[in-house]
């Protein structure tokens, strides 16, 4: 049996490769249909999206790439974006695709009842494939807000077969070594039924398209009670787990900062992605935050979402594997359960202060934004303009 | 035992002077936070609001009455709005309040940590009292969408102190003949913990304030598995019901068209209003709509909005209230849900057909709707401007 | 368009032929942890379950055969059983595994960390098909409490593992003629994790089995706020639906008569299998009861049970479905709604009425049954012994 | 701003007079309506019960009193049971009335359609009030089953009248110590209506019977997405909250150990105790577990659960009070989440590891009980006789 400091010691090798995407959208305006409360220095384009993830970086050292959301980073040059990028030390990844916020999409996109409509969105994800050329991302994110409110409204069955037709032939439009992340998602905007609703539909879907379709879970996509590592072991187990879009929430999709409503559930999460091989050198699994900071300074808010990812991941990774694996053999349920929980109930912080010294970054992240001067710097210098947001 | 002709004499002349009041801002556009796809010929001001609820009102003859949402709905002058409803063959009905749309509201209104945006929100209300007086209306509809998105954002109990000294100082406004009615709702736009989020709350503060305080019941406000006509059959019996906000969900607050979602539900509901005394003649039940149609026709949403409560109100005063007694009494829980049942299987829609002829208005309102061209002559002359919509 | 009389004939066409398959468990004590309430009258052995089964489809005529649970309808001779049934006017059909009521099982069956009861429970399983030789039944319906209540207690990938070996062994011993039903529950008696949780995962496993393996939706076992139809029609759409276990719940895994908390959500499914070819002459698809009459009679609960099924039927059978379509179509919201609401809201208790005199049956099966004195005869032959229940 | 150490000494000092109280139903057999799985050395009868409960005070020093249940716990000679209890170093705590497990009962209890079964659980309870005079309790804690399974079994209003006439007289009958805890319940054993479903519920009815009465929160008894922390302020806030009794779900009410779903629920809930008030020197407020150890071993299971509780308290008293409260007035909401979220993330092991050095007990409860051999003791001296259980 391994004793702590020898897994503290691999723990911190696995901590020190950790790669956690930031999504450009978590730096501009958000809210709720309620109200979105616009905040002091919020990027106004791209590129100063761009910035403010390269400061996430310099900070924690662990979010080396930002993923993009067309159209609201349409730029004329994405070459340019990301050559901007890797100027300030990150670089682009996931490409994702938006095919809700066009009024011809009222009732859908892909699945629309109207060919013409089906055809413009289709075109858009050819688009976005294009990016990806541009920009050297592997992934494409495919997210789809399609569905239907009321009972009758359109034919299930036959949104099924024009998703499928859809998504075939963004697959054949994919290089040989870029992926199709296929999302799902419970309900909203689609409030009685949702054309891809779970990881079932996600997974069958990707089945049937080939080895570059794989799944996407959203942490906050879930019916309540669902148990989410169950999913993500699934899904491992199968080569199907593509990737994360990190967030908690309490009730819907809150969006909010991953690991705030339910850290022990990040925790579980994480142990699972362990467990599974998806931490390992090789993994092709992506770790993304995809969240909205409605009331929570934004820059911060990533920070300290970041921060909260490498604790559950290093909890994780300190569980003893073979004290636990004993105690399953031995159908001992409580002694089981106490070596996961004794990870658990570790303290990390040190450790990772540890990590970020060795690293020669701060052992605080939040603290050293705080000192940075950045946030007030930013909200000097972009004053004009409009703020970028949803739908912006 | 009465037979099913009486019982249908009875529930005519209940339905006859049923009384269902219409939201402004159903007329408006509305949408999600992904994204609110504009409609023709949508309402630029209230004014043409107004005019669209006299429209359904025209058609249903159970629509007397159109609620206000303050500041949405600010006019000059109110009595002037009063008498161009009037005019239409409406009413004004219940005021609401809106204070969560202003930067100030960020972290709450009346439970701010900030007394200073306390003060505004209070005045605000205060300002909605006015209104009432200004155009004759009983009720205040209180919403708050205050409360936290993070667990130690802010002091649970402080802001309970707060939210019933801002209830205290409104309800001392009111006049002899008004009510404030208080609304409770589980989350959204609040994520970790709502101020007011359950029937409890909303009614251990209005037993605090005084008689003319109730609970407003909104039937999307609840978490999962509620019972619903449990609550109502409580508040009834303590007096506390002070009114409906209708609309349906399949999954959070969706605010689809009532009876969309769930119409047996709805039904279970209007039996026990019946059951409880709110639908006498003299009831202090307010039944109100409170949707959003984001993808439907707005008009003819709340047309079917209308019928979808008159039917299943017709099912609940069809119940053979001796039987069910009997079955009760006897502990033969089969013939006493199949007594329920029964009502609920009848096909009560060439009731209604009768009971419309008999008001002079057509058996079909839909269909009159339809072949009215009040929507696309709306359409023609709401070109220009901006159309109304949430927060405008 | 085809006239409502004309789809009237083929609704009743459809509804001559319906098959529901009853559960022999139903006719047995059942309740919940904290109570079995005993009632007069139930069987004290299979030969009396299988008589009372055949007395519901004596009534109901849609009722022709019931489903054995081994070992709770262990017998020395089931060719004996089989035609006790076929003497009684029914036949044996699904057979229903349990490896769940054995001291051995408390930390799982099939995914037991511990091979010897492995073994034991998937020789059950084999035991069981020998079974369906005797009895000549097609399907084995494989229901599994396994799971895991607290975090760490056994390993979830592990545990899939161990049931796709188990799920292979059996699916090879199947005849040609046979299938194999896997029946997924999201929590209990599991209340951590359970091994088969939802569609996606029964689907997986059935797809890497082979054609004879199909899923069987239990439409009590979702995670609330799951859009049931929605898996239906997909499952359909793959080829990949096997059966039902119809009940209804307004919480967790209620086990209530069907359609009795949600008979909406019964018509949606319902329509669902009529679009999808579930109920066509060839139909793969079994519709089984599987509930627990915990309060009420069980032989008058199976019939009321009986009835709402055929009334959700009739009404998926009068869609206008050319309505339907041509509302989709031109994307008319609240046409394609109305146009499944107009059959929702039809009173088709006539229809069947008449369907049972044309069959020679009495129209109202719960009035002949009250006036045949059956229950009481029953209840007077059946003292001593020791009832059937849960586990007995 | 107080120092860590300080806050630690303060700490120490509240978990020192820490009181935990077991149930004495949780060393009995338990499980769910699938199967009860037997343990070796299960209790025969109450005094085998409390002396189990004495050994988990033995080894954890904070659970100094056991719960009954009546009939459960049934002794011809209370006081002599009490005197037993104080023999091994513990007293009898709170009276648990038990009107659910008669087959009187099948249709409810106190609300009872049939007023000769009212009756009969009525003088349960006066007789539980005896009990309480013989063992010297303080406490009556009220749970009822009570409910109905379908729409229309029986009349919601009607069972309120007679649940607030059979809470009046129990109450009267109570001394002028004793008080009455009110706890309520979501759903199950009934599955459409429970006649106390949620706290409103029993607030209103505590309120309405006096001071006397006080609610108790049951964690495992809400809807999905409940707030419980919000409900353990409100009712502190209004001098109604009575007790806890605590367990922890992932599902349902599932009674898995207190803390193992959701630890930094719990956290949070006890957070708000110390916030309140509610463990303060003079607190009304009593802490029991009520669980089943459906899979795991019952001792050890309690004294894992004890030891939950504790760390939770241990956290929850070191929120440093004055950052908090600073960070809220000022809305810095990030700096308000840390500031709990640093002492949710403290590994307080050490801590409490130290307060039982102190005490002079073994740091370790868990370890000391598998070295004590207690386990194995009871299961050879309590060979033959009737295991106790969940209805015996």
């Known amino acids: 049996m391994a004793a702590l400091p020898e897994r503290g010691a691999d723990a911190l090798a696995v901590l020190r490769r950790q790669h956690i995407e930031l999504p450009s959208w978590a730096f501009g305006n958000s809210g709720t249909r309620f109200k979105v409360f616009a905040q002091p220095g919020v990027p106004r384009d791209p590129w100063e999206k761009v910035a403010d993830s390269a400061e996430v970086h310099r900070l924690t050292g662990v979010a080396p790439t930002v993923a993009l959301h067309i159209p609201w980073d349409r730029v004329d040059d994405y070459a340019a974006l990301a050559a901007h990028a890797r100027d300030l030390g990150i670089g682009v990844g996931t490409i994702n695709a938006n095919v809700f916020q066009d009024d011809d999409y009222r009732l859908g996109s892909v699945t629309n009842p109207d060919p013409g409509v089906r055809r413009k969105a289709i075109d858009h994800l050819l688009e976005c494939v294009d990016v990806m050329d541009a920009t050297g991302s592997r992934d494409l994110k495919l997210w789809f807000a399609d569905g239907t ?79 989410i590592e169950f999913i993500v072991a699934f899904l491992l187990r199968a080569g199907k787990l593509g990737a994360f879009d990190f967030n908690s929430r309490f009730y819907a999709d809150d969006d909010l900062m991953v690991g705030a409503a339910d850290p022990f559930q990040l925790f579980r999460i994480m142990y699972e992605v362990v467990r599974g091989g998806g931490l390992a050198a090789d993994t092709g699994v992506a770790f993304m935050l995809d969240q909205c900071h409605n009331i929570e300074p934004k820059i911060a808010g990533q920070i300290r979402s970041v921060m909260n990812v490498q604790e559950a991941t290093a909890k994780a990774l300190l569980v003893d594997a073979d004290a636990l694996a004993a105690a399953q053999r031995e159908g001992d349920v409580l ?32 603290a050293a934004h705080a000192r940075s001067g950045y946030a007030e710097r930013v909200a000097e210098e972009r004053r004009g303009g409009a703020q970028a947001g949803w739908g912006a």
């Open 335 to 366: 002694a089981a359960n106490a070596a996961l929980m004794d990870a658990y109930n570790t303290d990390v912080r040190p450790l990772l202060a540890d990590l970020r010294r060795d690293q020669g970054l701060d052992p605080d992240p939040m």
């Open 149 to 227: 409110n009321y009972p009758g409204q359109d034919d299930l069955r036959a949104r099924q077969d024009r998703l499928a037709e859809a998504l075939s032939e963004v697959y054949d439009r994919l290089g040989p070594d870029q992926r199709l992340l296929l999302e799902y998602k419970l309900f909203e905007p689609a409030f009685y039924a949702t054309d891809v609703p779970d990881w079932g539909t996600a997974y069958a879907h990707c089945l049937e398209l080939g080895e570059k379709a794989v799944v996407c879970v959203d942490t906050g996509h879930h019916a309540a009670h669902t148990n």
